[in-house]
């Protein structure tokens, strides 16, 4: 069989194809949507050209499958480069060039536009994935939560999951959008009151383009503390039916899109998990299934109107497999299943966003009316032994969030004036019925026992205005937000959750610009937090509010060449009014993240913190077949706890982070890619032995209880590790076929996570009960250093 599968690998690395194909698209105005006649579009490795139509749409016929950069220019216009664009056999997926108008008097100029787009709102802190940069990224498995990882200012944990750790800030202060409709949650198996989870769900075949902003965010974007994504999805193929089918490491899914009629398309996903089989084969203690689905529809109702219809969707379960420590005899192994089957509950989750939007454009400007729902409901429950009886019931929980959302937004041009004002609408409802008995509070066991319903109408008013000055050289640009709702008395009055943001940016040479942005973000907080109930009453009512946070930043620019950029910047964020847990007294940002619940308890808004640090980017776009991106970031996050004047480093206090990813394209199809990660050692707390290990709170936790008076008093070693990642592309007439290899952590670098403790047990693994309600516990060590090897292919037809 390794001799078939060798000889075959063999034949199709040897193949040629000589197919040509054709591209076409459209240029036309970002703000009022016309179409630009008598533009032009050039391929920039080959200088070849065309004019467009009336319509502002043009074509290239005869080109050879492959990767190239597109730039569109026209007079009185920034001209704009799309880079990196695939061009497939039999596979016409349209580009649309969106151009800037210019401020200048000179209209019969063409103002050249760098290849990183310049934005007045935002001139720092924003950064842009393209979906190339997905695809190649080394031991990203095309997962585009772990491909953002790769940016500065981007921490991520070393427990294997997708939390986005921005610039020393919780997981749960980023907030994403997909085609402009809210997505609550991007990963599976998500964590309720967090975020993160070990796969992404966004399938990355549909995906465009992602930006990131770290700070600066848009006035129309809220309830963000550390960062907003934008993904975009790409246009389906107007001509065909065509699709793609991938089978990876862990998954595998198809992709199709087409015409529904000459003016609507469509793309639909959908994918399934086998990791279940692979753990059972690994006799591994769990067994994780997901499976998950996205779709698009786009309708062109005339050259003014349009309207877009999106959802995404997934299911997840969790179960145990009782069957892990048949035929094991290593001590290690035995001690790390009998733990994860001691404590990890029964999971089933799935989750739902719908949405659409309606685009009007004027002569200048557009409108867009943004309506959408989403869903996240998420069951766990937990038997004392795994026993499913009544009376060795530990845990049993059930919770739903849903949000219906409407948005309104106005962008106008007036006399060089960007204008941006409108209206935010949401009604959340959220319920929870939690019977909890693995509630340790002040050393003794406590049981929680109820049911919630939390009913929030929410509204937000939001303007931001823009404009360039000095012939395009000084930008400014300032926003106001104001968010209310009617949780209590402090969160009704608008006036106590303003958020100004002003930034500035000017060009000190055609290479050189030095930026700076300030502002105030406010994000409600967790509903576990607002909706926790005890004696049929919110306990947290009266003393919570919005979180605040103020961010200043400032940095240069510097591109030296076509596709090269290197920034720097500093950055300084101070919240106000975080969570503190009045249970464990300690900030909710010293709780960290892990699967499950998070903010299920009593809190105030009494704790306050600070990031800090300094961020580096030199970035390279594909140039001579070379591409990279190193990314350095200096972080320290610290937060208050039950000393409000006493700042403790949190959870996400990850002091240096180095990221280096690059590649190189070969002829005939071959690519190498790898990445490097380095982060320094997470905080964490100490267990406090003396309460873990008595016996009524170890039967009921099955895990360590922290010794909060040591508040991440401890630190883990730093983390490191090398991605390495070989693709061969064949192109035929019909469709393309792309083969590759992905090892992670090639030199087995060692990752170490927050060691677990575990009581000695018995030849049958229970619990040997040493002294009078007691049990001996021995702390085991929590790492690997495993090397992970991937084959896959993707099929494009």
């Given at each position: 069989m390794?001799?078939?599968?060798?000889?075959?690998?063999?034949?199709?690395?040897?193949?040629?194809?000589?197919?040509?194909?054709?591209?076409?698209?459209?240029?036309r105005?970002?703000?009022?949507?016309?179409?630009?006649?008598?533009?032009?579009?050039?391929?920039?490795?080959?200088?070849?050209?065309?004019?467009?139509?009336?319509?502002?749409?043009?074509?290239?016929?005869?080109?050879?499958?492959?990767?190239y950069?597109?730039?569109?220019?026209?007079?009185?216009?920034?001209?704009?480069?799309?880079f990196?664009?695939?061009?497939?056999?039999?596979?016409n997926?349209?580009?649309?060039?969106?151009?800037?108008?210019?401020?200048?008097?000179?209209?019969?100029?063409?103002?050249?536009?760098?290849?990183?787009?310049?934005?007045?709102?935002s001139p720092?802190?924003?950064?842009?994935?393209?979906?190339?940069?997905?695809?190649?990224?080394?031991?990203?498995?095309?997962?585009?939560?772990?491909?953002i990882?790769?940016?500065?200012?981007?921490?991520?944990?070393?427990?294997f999951?997708?939390?986005?750790?921005i610039?020393?800030?919780?997981?749960?202060?980023?907030?994403?959008?997909?085609?402009?409709?809210?997505?609550?949650?991007?990963?599976?198996?998500a964590?309720?009151?967090?975020?993160?989870?070990?796969?992404?769900?966004?399938?990355v075949?549909l995906i465009?383009?992602v930006?990131?902003?770290?700070?600066?965010?848009?006035?129309?974007?809220?309830?963000?503390?550390?960062?907003v994504?934008?993904?975009?999805?790409k246009?389906?193929?107007?001509?065909?039916?065509?699709?793609?089918?991938?089978?990876?490491?862990s998954?595998?899914?198809?992709t199709?899109?087409?015409?529904?009629?000459?003016?609507?398309?469509?793309?639909?996903?959908?994918?399934?998990?086998?990791?279940?089989?692979?753990?059972?084969?690994?006799?591994?203690?769990?067994?994780?299934?997901y499976?998950?689905?996205?779709?698009?529809?786009?309708?062109?109702?005339?050259?003014?109107?349009?309207?877009?219809i999106?959802?995404l969707?997934?299911?997840?379960?969790?179960?145990l497999?009782?069957?892990?420590?048949?035929?094991?005899?290593?001590?290690?192994?035995?001690?790390?299943?009998?733990?994860?089957?001691?404590?990890?509950?029964?999971?089933?989750?799935?989750?739902y966003?719908?949405?659409?939007?309606?685009?009007?454009?004027?002569?200048?400007?557009?409108?867009?009316?943004?309506?959408?729902?989403?869903?996240?409901?998420?069951?766990?429950?937990?038997?004392?032994?795994?026993?499913?009886?009544?009376?060795?019931?530990?845990?049993?929980?059930n919770?739903?969030?849903?949000?219906?959302?409407?948005?309104?937004?106005?962008?106008?041009?007036?006399a060089?004036?960007?204008?941006?004002?409108?209206?935010?609408?949401?009604h959340?409802?959220?319920?929870?019925?939690t019977?909890?008995?693995?509630?340790?509070i002040?050393?003794?066991?406590?049981?929680?026992?109820?049911?919630?319903?939390?009913n929030?109408?929410s509204?937000?008013?939001?303007?931001?205005?823009?404009?360039?000055?000095?012939?395009?050289?000084?930008?400014?640009?300032?926003?106001?937000?104001?968010?209310?709702?009617?949780?209590?008395?402090?969160?009704?009055?608008?006036?106590?959750?303003?958020?100004?943001?002003f930034?500035?940016?000017?060009?000190?040479?055609d290479?050189?610009?030095?930026?700076?942005s300030?502002?105030?973000?406010?994000?409600?907080?967790?509903?576990?937090?607002?909706g926790?109930?005890?004696?049929?009453?919110?306990?947290?009512?009266?003393?919570?509010?919005?979180?605040?946070?103020?961010?200043?930043?400032?940095?240069?620019?510097?591109?030296?060449?076509?596709?090269?950029?290197?920034?720097?910047e500093?950055?300084?964020?101070?919240?106000?009014?975080?969570?503190?847990?009045?249970?464990?007294?300690?900030?909710?940002?010293?709780?960290g993240?892990?699967?499950g619940?998070?903010?299920?308890?009593?809190?105030?808004?009494?704790?306050?913190g600070?990031?800090?640090?300094?961020?580096f980017?030199?970035r390279?776009?594909?140039?001579?077949g070379?591409?990279?991106?190193?990314?350095?970031?200096?972080?320290?996050?610290?937060f208050?706890?039950?000393?409000?004047?006493?700042?403790?480093?949190?959870?996400?206090?990850?002091?240096h982070?180095?990221?280096?990813?690059?590649?190189?394209?070969?002829k005939?199809?071959?690519?190498?890619?790898?990445?490097?990660?380095?982060?320094?050692g997470?905080p964490?707390?100490?267990y406090?032995?003396?309460?873990?290990s008595?016996k009524?709170?170890?039967?009921?936790t099955?895990?360590g209880?922290?010794?909060?008076?040591?508040?991440?008093?401890?630190?883990?070693?730093?983390?490191?590790?090398?991605d390495?990642?070989?693709?061969?592309?064949?192109?035929?007439?019909?469709?393309?076929?792309?083969l590759y290899?992905?090892?992670?952590?090639?030199?087995a670098?060692?990752i170490?996570?927050?060691p677990?403790?575990?009581?000695?047990?018995?030849?049958?693994?229970?619990?040997?009960?040493?002294?009078?309600?007691?049990?001996?516990?021995?702390?085991?060590?929590?790492?690997?250093?495993?090397?992970?090897?991937?084959?896959?292919?993707?099929i494009?037809?």
């Open positions: 390794i001799r078939f599968l060798s000889t075959l690998l063999l034949v199709l690395f040897s193949i040629q194809s000589r197919t040509q194909t054709i591209l076409s698209g459209q240029v105005d970002a703000l009022n949507g016309q179409p630009i006649a008598f533009s032009t579009v050039q391929i920039l490795q080959t200088q070849r050209g065309v004019v467009a139509d009336e319509q502002g749409v043009f074509k290239f016929e005869n080109l050879t499958p492959g990767i950069n597109f730039k569109a220019s026209f007079v009185g216009y920034a001209s704009l480069t799309l990196e664009i695939e061009v497939l056999p039999n596979k997926s349209p580009l649309v060039f969106e151009l800037q108008q210019i401020n200048t008097e000179l209209k019969e100029v063409v103002i050249e536009q760098q290849a990183f787009e310049r934005s007045i709102v720092l802190s924003k950064r842009t994935i393209g979906v190339a940069e997905i695809q190649r990224s080394a031991g990203g498995n095309r997962d585009i939560s772990k491909v990882q790769n940016l500065p200012g981007v921490a991520s944990t070393p427990s999951r997708n939390d986005i750790i610039r020393g800030g919780a997981p749960n202060e980023n907030r994403f959008y997909l085609d402009g409709i809210e997505v609550s949650n991007i990963n599976h198996f964590t309720q009151g967090s975020s993160g989870g070990p796969v992404g769900m966004l399938n075949n465009r383009n930006d990131y902003f770290s700070s600066a965010f848009s006035a129309a974007r809220g309830n963000a503390l550390s960062s994504f934008e993904f975009k999805q246009l389906a193929n107007k001509e065909k039916l065509k699709g793609t089918f991938l089978l990876g490491s998954d595998a899914g198809i199709l899109e087409g015409p529904l009629s000459e003016r609507s398309t469509f793309l639909f996903s959908a994918r399934r998990s086998y990791l279940q089989f692979l753990f059972a084969a690994l006799k591994l203690p769990f067994l994780p299934t499976n998950d689905a996205q779709f698009k529809y786009n309708l062109d109702l005339n050259d003014k109107n349009k309207l877009t999106l959802g969707g997934a299911i997840d379960d969790f179960v497999n009782q069957q892990a420590n048949d035929g094991v005899t290593d001590s290690i192994t035995l001690k790390r299943n009998n733990y994860a089957l001691g404590n990890i509950p029964v999971n089933s989750q799935w989750n966003a719908i949405g659409a939007v309606y685009t009007h454009f004027g002569n200048d400007g557009y409108q867009n009316f943004v309506v959408s729902r989403n869903q996240l409901q998420n069951k766990a429950i937990k038997y004392s032994e795994n026993i499913e009886v009544d009376e060795n019931l530990l845990f049993d929980y919770s739903s969030e849903i949000e219906n959302k409407f948005r309104y937004e106005h962008h106008l041009r007036k060089g004036f960007k204008l941006l004002y409108g209206l935010a609408l949401q959340a409802r959220y319920t929870n019925t019977f909890d008995e693995r509630i340790v002040n050393g003794q066991n406590q049981t929680f026992d109820y049911s919630s319903e939390l929030l109408v509204y937000a008013p939001f303007f931001q205005l823009s404009k360039n000055l000095l012939d395009e050289r000084l930008g400014l640009a300032f926003g106001l937000r104001a968010d209310a709702n009617n949780y209590n008395d402090q969160m009704r009055n608008l006036f106590k959750q303003l958020s100004p943001r930034s500035a940016s000017f060009m000190i040479s290479q050189l610009s030095i930026n700076f300030t502002g105030r973000y406010t994000q409600l907080p967790a509903y576990t937090v607002l926790f109930q005890q004696q049929q009453a919110f306990v947290n009512q009266s003393r919570t509010r919005f979180i605040q946070s103020d961010h200043l930043v400032s940095g240069l620019e510097f591109r030296p060449y076509q596709g090269a950029r290197m920034t720097l500093g950055f300084y964020k101070h919240y106000n009014d975080y969570p503190f847990s009045l249970t464990d007294s300690i900030s909710l940002a010293n709780l993240a892990d699967f619940v998070v903010g299920n308890g009593a809190f105030e808004s009494t704790s306050s600070r990031a800090y640090g300094l961020e980017l030199y390279q776009r594909l140039f001579k070379f591409y990279g991106i190193l990314a350095y970031t200096y972080v320290k996050s610290e208050s706890n039950a000393d409000a004047d006493q700042f403790i480093a949190s959870s996400w206090d990850f002091g982070i180095i990221n280096l990813s690059a590649g190189k394209r070969f005939k199809g071959w690519e190498l890619g790898f990445k490097f990660r380095y982060s320094g997470a964490y707390t100490p406090n032995i003396a309460i873990s008595q009524n709170i170890w039967d009921a099955g895990i209880i922290l010794d909060f008076t040591q508040i991440n008093a401890l630190r883990l070693p730093a983390t490191h590790g090398l390495v990642r070989v693709d061969k592309r064949y192109y035929f007439d019909k469709f393309s076929l792309d290899i992905d090892i992670q952590n090639i030199y670098a060692t170490t996570d927050r677990f403790l575990d009581p000695l047990r018995d030849a049958q693994g229970k619990p040997i009960e040493t002294s009078a309600g007691a049990y001996t516990l021995e702390e085991i060590e929590n790492s690997s250093s495993n090397l992970l090897p991937t084959i896959g292919f993707l494009d037809f």
